[in-house]
């Protein structure tokens, strides 16, 4: 009877600590911070790296084509989606045991302050810009070449830059920019200020249409978002990836209605051929996608549903 009170006030205060202890936790700051973005899964012998640029807005509701923005907005609200939608930078790095190779750089500075991040995931997965040996750009745009620059010095010091002949006569041109409507004047600009200081350095190696790069790594000509739009087929024991740039940009429209353009398309009529056709073959024979838009990781593999294509993100795996 004497112990009792004690029981009942120790309890008291070891419940009033609990209390404080988890209003304590419930008022710790949100961490806003997620981990290094990058991923890794094995082709045969080789490693490939998913390496996240970061993410940047975009109102995809007024930048497609053929389709009205209400009609949009019903497309992205099935994947519980909604405009302006967050997209995806994907790049894509290659060892092949004898060679470092990036496909891609991302947007270092051209794009705002929530991109720009392709280094530092470079480096969290365990390398260093020196290393890499070649970069291979699937097009000029300045989210795919941005990141060969920063603060005026060439980021990667010890690699050739590689990308399809048309692209470079086209984008690196001071004549079309002359020409070239008002809107669309940036994606010279950041393309010569990228890309012009490899060509500068005897850095830039052009190729033409499809060709064998590297034992393993071939450039597939894809020509219509870009003149010179180029996908890497990257082959090792059988296993086969295809690095496909920027055939798609919103997943949950394009893969079920190909037919549908975006705005940055130089030839929309070519974009939707090269569109059908890597979808039905990708799709026949089972091998995996890297894309630059798609959610990251951004790989995974096409499934045929009638007329429409459906996207099987890769199972998520430790490579061991």
């Known amino acids: 009877m004497i112990i009792r009170p004690f029981l009942r006030a120790a309890l008291a205060v070891t419940l009033g600590l609990s209390v404080v202890a988890g209003g304590a936790q419930a008022a710790a700051p949100l961490s806003k911070v997620a981990a290094p973005g990058y991923y890794r899964v094995i082709l045969g012998d080789f490693e490939v790296t998913a390496l996240s640029d970061g993410t940047v807005e975009l109102p995809v509701n007024t930048l497609l084509n053929s389709v009205t923005p209400p009609q949009v907005d019903q497309m992205l609200a099935k994947s ?134 590297t034992p393993g790594i071939k450039a597939v000509a894809t020509h219509g978002h870009t003149p010179g739009h180029t996908s890497y087929l990257v082959e090792s024991r059988g296993q086969k990836l295809l690095v496909w740039g920027d055939l798609v940009h919103v997943a949950s429209v394009q893969f079920g209605r190909p037919d549908i353009t975006i705005s940055f398309d130089d030839d929309s009529k070519a974009g939707i051929a090269q569109r059908q056709k890597i979808y039905a073959d990708a799709a026949e024979n089972a091998y995996l996608i890297a894309a630059a838009h798609v959610s990251f990781p951004g790989i995974g593999r096409l499934r045929a549903n009638g007329k429409h294509f459906e996207w099987l993100p890769v199972n998520y795996s430790i490579p061991h």
Do not use: C, W
């Open 80 to 213: 519980y989606l909604k405009s302006p939608l967050e997209t995806s930078f994907n790049a894509f790095l290659i060892n092949t045991g004898s060679k470092l190779i990036l496909i891609d750089t991302g947007a270092g500075s051209l794009f705002g302050p929530t991109v720009g991040r392709l280094v530092r995931n470079l480096q969290a997965a365990g390398y260093q810009p020196e290393q890499v040996d070649e970069i291979y750009i699937t097009h000029m745009h300045g989210d795919h070449v941005g990141g060969l620059m920063a603060d005026g010095k060439i980021v990667f010091p010890n690699a050739i830059v590689r990308a399809d002949k048309r692209e470079a006569d086209y984008r690196l041109s001071q004549a079309n920019l002359d020409k070239a409507p008002a809107a669309r004047k940036a994606s010279f600009q950041g393309a010569m200020a990228s890309v012009g200081p490899y060509v500068a350095a005897g850095k830039f190696k052009p190729f033409d249409g499809d060709t064998d790069l």
